[in-house]
């Protein structure tokens, strides 16, 4: 099995409203309900998750696994191919988080930045934006497209 890129070296960011309330980003990928990322509020226009692997890499796709209706209803997807270079509009999405990148990029850092929010749930509560995994598929070994696997 492939692990790529290592998931250790991942580092995350998001708006820190009141770091008392926010999760640490680095709880998106500990893959599970139990360990997750959530801002603990309203989502709002503007709000970002930024996902950085440590090192360039070709990425074919993005997914980000949430809990029920706990994401954005309209999202936008930027991404930076080095930590110099400025971030690229990908695109602009709906539902769930899963982004196909076609054709594969080269990147370094992905982030996704809510253009229309989730007011409510299903219950009629409002809903905070929640990731408990992120998954890749990027371009490993002979060139062979792989999904990271979370390590054990």
């Not at 250790?8 to 709880?27: I, Q, T, Y």
């Not at 599970?32 to 503007?46: C, F």
């Not at 993005?62 to 999202?75: H, W």
Request: hydrophobic share 35%; glycine share 8%.
């Amino acid at each position: 099995m492939i692990f790529f890129p290592t998931r250790k070296k991942w580092n995350g960011d998001c708006p820190h409203d009141n770091p008392d309330v926010c999760l640490p980003p680095r709880e998106a990928w500990t893959g599970g309900p139990q360990n997750r990322w959530s801002q603990m509020r309203k989502m709002k226009k503007g709000d970002f998750f930024s996902l950085h692997i440590g090192k360039p890499r070709v990425i074919s796709r993005v997914e980000a696994r949430t809990e029920d209706v706990r994401y954005p209803l309209r999202y936008k997807v930027d991404i930076q191919e080095d930590y110099n270079s400025p971030w690229v509009v990908v695109g602009e999405y709906g539902g769930p988080i899963d982004v196909p990148l076609n054709p594969p990029r080269k990147l370094v850092a992905i982030r996704f930045m809510i253009t229309e929010p989730r007011v409510k749930g299903p219950h009629g509560r409002p809903v905070s934006w929640c990731i408990y995994d992120l998954l890749l598929t990027g371009k490993g070994i002979f060139g062979k497209f792989k999904r990271v696997i979370p390590e054990e």
